[in-house]
């Protein structure tokens, strides 16, 4: 539907926003389960490397190293889960999709790549690109406390 003067309609405007935020909000919730299955998968090899005792040196080297391994792991998508939340978070307040740093609409193509992407292309590379340690802001996500969402405690009683 187009308006006398060519353009968009305000409603038609509205409606394609509406369906990117949806099908965004299926892409979020989509790594996020993703994420919590990969960490569930890498909690259960965790405890399974473990290996009981008595065992020789290099039975104990090898499980240390497979559980080393699986935590960094761990560690890593926990890393993705906030930054999912965090994403989720700004979907809620109607923030995400847009650059933290420049305000621009960071391109779908981005966000099918990187849900979590905070920051469009130019200015996450402008962030990589920092030499010394401590220069520019504090990232989104680490401005709040992160707590672990309830499927993760789940994962390890089980």
């Given at each position: 539907?187009?308006s006398?003067t060519?353009?968009?309609?305000k409603?038609s405007?509205?409606?394609q926003?509406?369906a990117r935020l949806k099908?965004?909000?299926?892409l979020l919730a ?9 960490v ?8 399974d ?5 008595p065992a020789?040196?290099l039975?104990?080297a090898?499980?240390?190293e497979?559980i080393e ?11 993705q889960l906030k ?6 978070s700004?979907l ?7 650059c933290?740093?420049?305000?621009e ?10 849900p979590f992407a905070?920051?469009c292309?130019?200015c996450q590379k402008?962030?990589?690109e920092r030499k010394?340690p401590g220069?520019g ?7 709040h406390v ?10 390890v009683?089980?």
């Open positions: 539907m187009k006398k060519g353009g968009k309609t409603a405007r509205q409606s926003a509406g099908d965004l909000s299926k989509r790594a996020r389960q993703e994420v919590l299955a990969r569930r998968v890498l909690r259960k090899e965790e405890q490397d473990a290996v009981e005792l020789d040196d039975d104990v090898r499980s240390l497979d391994t699986d935590a960094g792991l761990i560690e890593r998508y926990e890393f930054a999912i939340d965090a994403a989720l700004r809620e307040r109607g923030r995400y999709g847009i933290e740093k420049c305000k609409e960071i391109p779908i193509e981005r966000l099918k790549a990187v905070a920051y292309i130019d402008t962030r990589n010394r220069e802001d504090v990232d989104e996500p680490s401005r992160w707590t672990p969402p309830e499927e993760l405690k789940e994962s009683e089980k």
